[in-house]
């Protein structure tokens, strides 16, 4: 079901070591600079998602795949889901990949997508701490690996063509 006028948007992601929290922390600042209600939280703090009009939805890939409570999340809220306008990010790649072309969504999200009509999916480049968790961070930083790929205006961009979708479709029912 559209919206007839999309009030409420939420954006609900999974982030191990912070980036994908911070990411999502962006997207909901450039939504509510162009005047969309813009509520940003964890997907294991969303009991439900019946009062929003609009998911963005993101995780952090691992292995190519997004952690288990954001496919969780997905699976619990399905039906919800289908019936919302939904936009779905990745965040990844620890290099520049992801400024200097489009990347499309790995396999395992591909199929979340399609699952849910999504409108749309964007992979984001990542980041890599001193201070990350899990072995294979850690490994990765020990060989020398990591950084800061994010690049905020490409989210906030995106964010914004998200925004001008959610006005246009609330604006031509």
């Not at 939420?10 to 600042?29: D, F, H, M, Q």
């Not at 813009?38 to 609009?54: K, L, Q, R």
């Not at 952090?60 to 399905?78: K, M, T």
């Amino acid at each position: 079901m559209t919206p007839t006028k999309p009030q409420r948007t939420l954006v609900a992601y999974s982030s191990k070591n912070g980036s994908t929290a911070e990411i999502a922390r962006w997207i909901g600042e450039a939504l509510r600079e162009q005047h969309i209600d813009a509520e940003v939280a964890p997907v294991s703090d969303v009991p439900s998602v019946a009062a929003y009009d609009a998911v963005i939805l993101g995780a952090g890939l691992y292995a190519g795949r997004w952690p288990g409570e954001a496919v969780r999340f997905v699976r619990r809220h399905r039906q919800a889901l289908i019936e919302q306008e939904v936009w779905l990010f990745s965040s990844g790649p620890l290099d520049g990949s992801a400024t200097e072309r489009a990347i499309p969504a790995v396999p395992a999200v591909a199929r979340i997508a399609a699952k849910l009509g999504a409108r749309g999916h964007v992979t984001i480049g990542g980041q890599l701490t001193d201070g990350a968790r899990g072995f294979i961070a850690r490994g990765l930083r020990k060989q020398g690996k990591g950084g800061d790929f994010r690049d905020r205006e490409q989210i906030r961009a995106w964010a914004r063509d998200i925004a001008s979708e959610l006005t246009a479709v609330g604006n031509h029912l």
